[in-house]
């Protein structure tokens, strides 16, 4: 694989994901513990025969399903699981991912069986709303995961602008002093001198403007 693909599947590093994006991984992790419980609720209503219980069961299940992949391989902009800290949440030591992977199935299973009215529906029925407390909780840390990484990188992409600031100010600093000194040097010389002092005059004028775009900034992310 060449230099160039290997940047293009290379995982976004953490200062690449935006607050934008993070916010909207954070509501998707949040919005599968709701989901999880209204799965089960629906496939209890459509067991007891609700009119449309099975069909928003069944909904609900493809949507907690389609965020899960999201979630983990990314899709539309999102990156996946960016960081060690959310691989770890998801394929660590509690194997949630798998844990979510087993309760799609057994929703699946709940939900088939009531829709065939199978004798086997009750059983899974109460399997399914067996597993769904226990997945809420690695449900509820996976989130927890989610804002914990938001606040760590929020910090490390408020570290990285200081880092630009400070060195785009020691670069104008630097271009000022230059020009500043070539003025001088060109207000001692000749017609060449002269020519080299409109080059120094411009100068000036760009490392004025660049301390205007370092203040501008400064103030800008100082509000934020």
């Known amino acids: 694989m060449s230099i160039t693909k290997e940047r293009l599947h290379a995982p976004p590093s953490d200062t690449d994901v935006s607050g934008e ?6 509501n998707m992790a949040g919005r599968q513990r709701m989901l999880s419980q209204r799965i089960a609720l629906k496939a209890m209503l459509a067991f007891q025969q609700f009119d449309g219980a099975l069909a928003i069961a069944r909904d609900t299940l493809r949507t907690f399903a389609d965020t899960h992949t999201v979630l983990v391989q990314g899709r539309d902009g999102l990156p996946g699981l960016f960081s060690p800290a959310l691989r770890e949440a998801f394929h660590g030591g509690e194997h949630v ?18 829709g065939r009215a199978s004798p086997a529906a009750e059983d899974a029925l ?3 709303i067996g597993s769904v407390d226990p997945l809420l909780m690695h449900l509820h840390a996976v989130t927890a995961v989610y804002e914990q990484e938001s606040r760590r990188i929020a910090r490390a992409q408020k ?11 020691s670069i104008a600093k ?3 002093i230059v020009s500043f000194n070539g003025q001088i040097v060109a207000s001692r010389s000749d017609v060449t ?6 080059v120094a005059g411009v100068m000036t004028g760009i490392t004025k403007e660049l301390e205007a775009v370092v203040n501008a900034f400064v103030k800008k992310t100082s509000a934020a």
Do not use: N, P
Request: hydrophobic letters at 50%.
């Open 21 to 26: 994006v993070l916010g909207s991984l954070i």
């Open 97 to 114: 991912a798998r844990k979510i992977t087993d309760f799609i199935a057994l929703a699946s299973t709940a939900i088939d069986a009531i």
């Open 174 to 176: 630097e271009a000022h």
């Open 193 to 198: 001198g002269r020519e080299f002092a409109v």
């Open 126 to 128: 109460k399997a399914l």
């Open 159 to 169: 570290k990285e602008q200081r880092d630009l600031i400070e060195r785009i100010s």
